[in-house]
């Protein structure tokens, strides 16, 4: 199968089939005799272990890790549910600011007239250079 119909396949683009394999994250695909990329059904696997886990926000790092977990059968699933937690824990913090910056705008917006005077207190915010942590 050529890359446009692993990319059809997986869904995941050619252009991060290509970027996926030029920093090592699947291994290079195999040539036809003109030199274009042929992928079968081991490829495909991984491709789509990759898009499931970046559709899950895991970084390319941990998506490395859990791949060579993935393919080692001697595996400890506490190594992969210790990855899993990690990653539950960095987008809860993200969320946690996510939540900070929306109770931020929410003030500043609460504040703003929103009319035809030039004070607008989003503006000042933004000019203060104010986190949303020293912010109201």
Not at 8 to 17: D, L, W
Not at 57 to 62: D, E, L, P, R, V
């Amino acid at each position: 199968m050529n890359i446009g119909e692993a990319a059809e396949a997986t869904g995941v683009t050619a252009k991060m089939i290509r970027h996926y394999e030029q920093i090592g994250l699947i291994r290079e695909a195999g040539r036809t005799g003109s030199g274009y990329r042929v992928y079968g059904p081991r490829d495909l696997s991984t491709l789509s272990f990759i898009r499931r886990a970046r559709d899950l926000g895991f970084s390319i790092a941990q998506i490395r890790d859990l791949l060579a977990l993935w393919q080692d059968r001697a595996r400890a699933s506490a190594d992969v549910k210790r990855i899993a937690s990690e990653h539950i824990d960095e987008m809860r913090e993200k969320m946690r600011l996510l939540q900070e910056m929306v109770h931020t705008l929410e003030h500043l917006s609460a504040h703003c007239h929103g009319d035809d005077r030039p004070d607008c207190p989003i503006l000042e915010q933004l000019a203060a250079g104010k986190t949303a942590e020293r912010c109201c």
